[in-house]
């Protein structure tokens, strides 16, 4: 038998959840479809905590969108009665004439945003934690936090789910295919339509979107925590911080909790056609990579508590891919999200159903269109 809805949500996860939420939340029949169950490890929404900011490097494009993300999580605690966002300034630094550094600067121009310009010896005499080079600039901003990553996958899926959606689990997809104005779906248990589908399939989407004409390629990605002493390390004393170094980006995240300081690198990794080539498990380069560049910079770090391991998908240029089908309009795609994406999750729920009803969004996704690799 085959079961017919408004809209079908191909992956329910980080976007995926967004997606339903907005769409169950403008009265529209809903199906989301998850390959796992429900708030998983497998993909790239897990690992505790995600950064939001809205001085952004990698575009001034992102601000509107970063600014819109802020009040829908805000207005989602409120819906959820649920805490998914701690403010926490943000410091982004690097050497002279860092790309990152010059980005957040463009952003604070072009959009009047509040933030404070310092030199490394200030950062380190402020953030007693921190040694950068005397010679490098910092910008922080206080319009910046943390996301409970898990605990957003979860209110939005709840969110949906109360208002009238239907979320299946463990329920992966195996084919879809346009049918006449409106799409056909098929998994192991049944065949579904609807009038439109949204695709949100994370790093899966280097197969299932192999056709849009973008090169998607999968970084696998590690979270470290370490042990250190907690007055210097604490959200009073020590902010969010993104580095760029001449080894690389790295980033961290205050210690609020047992687990210790949250350190990661960003990107320098090695990329990989698919989800089916990462090895989920951590190994002692994984540390010992991690920890001898961020102790170049960050005094104080004790031994390795806990890690874990997550995807990137990234596209060549590492923007987004916000769009409809090339071929199928009835079909709009959300993926490539290059390792920043979790923060605009509402946004891109906005988004995929403004696509999904109109074809179309008052949001400026021109920068976002998949004909930019064609
Ligand atoms: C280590 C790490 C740190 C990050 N840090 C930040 C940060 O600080 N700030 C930030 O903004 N972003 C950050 N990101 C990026 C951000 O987390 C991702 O951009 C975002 O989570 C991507 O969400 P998604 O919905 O595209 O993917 P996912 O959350 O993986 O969702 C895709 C879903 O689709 C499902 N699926 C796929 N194929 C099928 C199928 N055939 N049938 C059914 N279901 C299917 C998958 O199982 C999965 O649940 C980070 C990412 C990582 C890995």
């Not at 390792?339 to 999750?345: D, L, Q």
Request: aromatic content about 10%; some cysteine.
């Amino acid at each position: 038998m085959t079961t017919s809805f408004d809209v079908i949500v191909l992956g329910v996860g980080g976007m995926g959840s967004a997606a339903c939420y907005e769409l169950a939340a403008r009265g529209r029949r809903v199906l989301g479809l998850e390959q796992f169950p429900l708030v998983h490890d497998r993909g790239s929404s897990h690992g505790h905590t995600r950064i939001i900011r809205t001085a952004y490097a990698e575009g001034v494009a992102y601000v509107p969108l970063a600014r819109r993300a802020f009040a829908k999580w805000y207005a989602l605690e409120q819906h959820t009665g649920r805490h998914l966002l701690t403010e926490c300034p943000c410091l982004n630094v690097g050497p002279p004439g860092s790309a990152h550094v010059a980005g957040v600067r463009a952003s604070v121009r072009e959009h009047a945003l509040a933030a404070e310009e310092l030199s490394g010896d200030e950062i380190n005499r402020r953030h007693p934690a921190f040694r950068f080079p005397t010679e490098y600039r910092g910008i922080i901003e206080r319009a910046a936090g943390f996301l409970y990553v898990e605990e957003c996958v979860r209110a939005h899926i709840d969110g949906a789910v109360a208002l009238g959606a239907e979320v299946r689990a463990e329920e992966p997809v195996r084919a879809w295919k346009p049918v006449g104005d409106g799409v056909e779906v098929s998994t192991d248990r049944g065949t579904y339509r609807a009038a439109k589908l949204v695709i949100t399939a994370g790093a899966w989407a280097t197969k299932l979107l192999a056709d849009i004409g973008v090169p998607l390629r999968v970084m696998r990605q590690t979270l470290l925590w370490f042990e250190v002493a907690a007055r210097a390390f604490r959200r009073d004393t020590f902010p969010i911080f993104i580095a760029d170094t001449p080894d690389g980006e790295f980033y961290g995240l205050p210690m609020i909790d047992a687990r210790g300081v949250k350190l990661a690198r960003h990107y320098t990794a090695p990329e990989l056609p698919g989800p089916e080539a990462v090895n989920w498990e951590l190994t002692p380069d994984d540390e010992a990579a991690l920890r001898q560049l961020a102790s170049r910079f960050v005094a104080g770090l004790g031994p390795f508590t806990r890690g874990q391991v997550c995807m990137y998908t990234v596209t060549p240029d590492r923007h987004f891919v916000l769009d409809t089908h090339p071929a199928h309009p009835q079909v709009s795609v959300a993926c490539g999200f290059s390792g920043h994406g979790f923060k605009f999750a509402p946004t891109v729920g906005e988004i995929m159903a403004d696509l999904a009803e109109d074809g179309t969004t008052a949001h400026d996704i021109a920068p976002f269109r998949a004909a930019r690799f064609r």
